[in-house]
């Protein structure tokens, strides 16, 4: 099985959470047209995630970070030892991007 849909932390959400960021990340590139865009973004939501707020990234933790946030809640939540993208805090953060995306990419 997969390892981004294996292990006990995140389960179901996982896969979800893992489809809706790559979501996002290709509405950055359809915005724009630049695939440099959707690097862009994955690279700044990692660098934030971890280097940033300490959060895991894909399961990986950063040894030291700017901020130090200790997470506290439900694996289905937070994404546990996986990262925000495996919980709903990650959804609910990449579907907004997407959202923003969206809105200004109309024209007007």
Request: aromatic share 8%.
């Amino acid at each position: 099985m997969s390892p981004f849909c294996s292990s006990s932390n995140g389960r179901r959400i996982r896969p979800l959470g893992i489809f809706v960021n790559a979501l996002f990340f290709a509405t950055a590139l359809r915005a724009t047209g630049r695939v440099s865009a959707a690097i862009g973004a994955h690279i700044a939501w990692n660098f934030v995630q971890g280097a940033v707020l300490r959060f895991p990234v894909s399961g990986d933790r950063e040894g030291a970070s700017l901020i130090g946030i200790v997470q506290h809640g439900s694996a289905w939540v937070t994404g546990d030892a996986y990262g925000p993208e495996a919980g709903r805090i990650g959804v609910v953060a990449s579907l907004a991007g997407i959202a923003l995306q969206k809105k200004g990419d109309t024209p007007g």
